[in-house]
């Protein structure tokens, strides 16, 4: 395997776990009865100018991705709806602080940690 491949191994991965990620908050949420944000998806925009955080349904997600084929040679990334570039995100919120944060793709067990207060779903 060349550097190359490896890189494009590690994004589809990265990929993947995003949208493992995606489908089990889904599902989490969609098994409490009092889940207030089922089937939304958490987004934010990375431009420093910007920092939109905003939800999507499940069904507007689903025709964003369709639309916007995210498979880049970069972290996926879509159109902002306030700014217009492309860099939003699939983001998290934390349940204990409600920070809006992108999930650390670098480190898949820390992928749903929240920077501001540590804490993380998965850990619990
Ligand atoms: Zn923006
Ligand atoms: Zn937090």
Same mark, same amino acid.
């Given at each position: 395997?060349?550097?190359?491949?490896?890189?494009?191994?590690?994004?589809?991965?990265?990929?993947?776990?995003?949208?493992?990620?995606?489908?089990?908050?889904?599902?989490?949420?969609?098994?409490?009865?009092?889940?207030?944000?089922?089937?939304?998806?958490?987004?934010?925009?990375?431009?420093?100018?910007?920092?939109?955080?905003?939800?999507?349904?499940? #069904?507007?997600? *689903?025709?964003?991705?369709?639309?916007?084929?995210?498979?880049?040679?970069?972290?996926?990334?879509?159109? !902002? &709806? %306030?700014?217009?570039?492309?860099?939003?995100?699939?983001?998290? #919120?934390?349940? *204990?602080?409600?920070?809006?944060?992108?999930?650390?793709?670098?480190?898949?067990?820390?992928?749903?940690? !929240? &920077? %501001?207060?540590?804490?993380?779903?998965?850990?619990?």
């Amino acid at each position: 395997m060349d550097i190359s491949t490896k890189k494009i191994v590690s994004i589809v991965v990265a990929i993947a776990c995003l949208a493992l990620a995606v489908i089990i908050m889904i599902k989490t949420h969609n098994s409490r009865s009092s889940g207030d944000i089922a089937d939304h998806i958490q987004m934010l925009c990375t431009n420093p100018k910007c920092g939109q955080s905003y939800v999507l349904s499940e #069904k507007q997600f *689903k025709a964003m991705i369709s639309n916007e084929a995210p498979m880049s040679m970069q972290t996926p990334s879509f159109s !902002c &709806p %306030k700014c217009k570039q492309k860099t939003a995100g699939i983001a998290m #919120k934390c349940e *204990k602080c409600g920070n809006v944060f992108l999930p650390n793709y670098r480190s898949p067990q820390n992928l749903d940690k !929240c &920077p %501001k207060c540590g804490f993380s779903k998965s850990h619990q």
